[in-house]
Antibody, heavy 120, light 106 residues
Framework: EVQLVESGGSLVQPGGSLRLSCAASGFTFSRYSMTWVRQAPGKGLEWVTSISGNSDKTHSADSAKGRFTISRDNSRTAVYLQMNSLRAEDTAVYYC?????????????WGRGTLVSVSS | EAVLTQSPATLSLSPGERATLSCRASQNVEIYLAWYQQKPGQSPRLLIYDASNRANGIPARFSGSGSGTDFTLTISSLEPEDFAVYYCQQRKNWPPITFGQGTRLE
């Protein structure tokens, strides 16, 4: 059974930093690209960033470029999201997502999410 | 950027009825469109991928159709557990990956 467990969400001040983690299990981790998708309170889904199975490719939404960095550790079957220069509009539940394959951006399995709140 | 527009925003139906949800893309996304279901307080769940393929474990009452710019998610006979928000998502023209704004089925 695929399991994705996010952690690291918390309340942070504007301009602050946060690192989210996602522990993955139940599948051959290195064969799948991984993605972070977020959802602001009461709003729809927004793609944030994706990383390929061997980390040779990443793509990010314009809202994340220059501030957020996705990375992964295949030996630990974990994916990370380093978020810097956080803004109020980054407040959201952040979901860790298993893609449909390597660089197949069908979002096959979702974690339960971790809440990031940016406020003074 | 491929903008996805879902209609209607809200669909009011009763159990046993047929639901038809629409997703229109601003660019040709071929068949690279997926549908997700999200219930309150839960994570989204993949229903349909590549326009018409049901994901593992998804009941046969869910079906998807379309290609290019016009897509439809049909629920043939609504069950009480089907009342939720539905999102479409394209992966043809990325980055960025884009989602529709959602249809609330109530």
């Amino acid at each position: 059974e695929v399991q994705l467990v996010e952690s690291g969400g918390s309340l942070v001040q504007p301009g602050g930093s946060l690192r989210l983690s996602c522990a993955a299990s139940g599948f051959t981790f290195s064969r799948y690209s991984m993605t972070w998708v977020r959802q602001a309170p009461g709003k729809g889904l927004e793609w944030v960033t994706s990383i390929s199975g061997n980390s040779d490719k990443t793509h990010s939404a314009d809202s994340a470029k220059g501030r957020f960095t996705i990375s992964r550790d295949n030996s630990r079957t974990a994916v990370y999201l380093q978020m810097n220069s956080l803004r109020a509009e980054d407040t959201a539940v952040y979901y860790c997502v298993q893609d449909g394959g390597d660089w197949n951006e069908t979002f096959q399995h979702w974690g339960r999410g971790t809440l990031v709140s940016v406020s003074s | 950027e491929a903008v996805l527009t879902q209609s209607p925003a809200t669909l009011s139906l009763s159990p046993g009825e047929r639901a038809t949800l629409s997703c229109r893309a601003s660019q040709n996304v071929e068949i690279y469109l997926a549908w997700y279901q999200q219930k309150p307080g839960q994570s989204p769940r993949l229903l349909i991928y590549d326009a018409s393929n049901r994901a593992n474990g998804i009941p046969a009452r869910f079906s998807g159709s379309g290609s290019g710019t016009d897509f439809t998610l049909t629920i043939s006979s609504l069950e009480p557990e089907d009342f939720a928000v539905y999102y479409c998502q394209q992966r043809k023209n990325w980055p960025p990956i884009t989602f529709g704004q959602g249809t609330r089925l109530e």
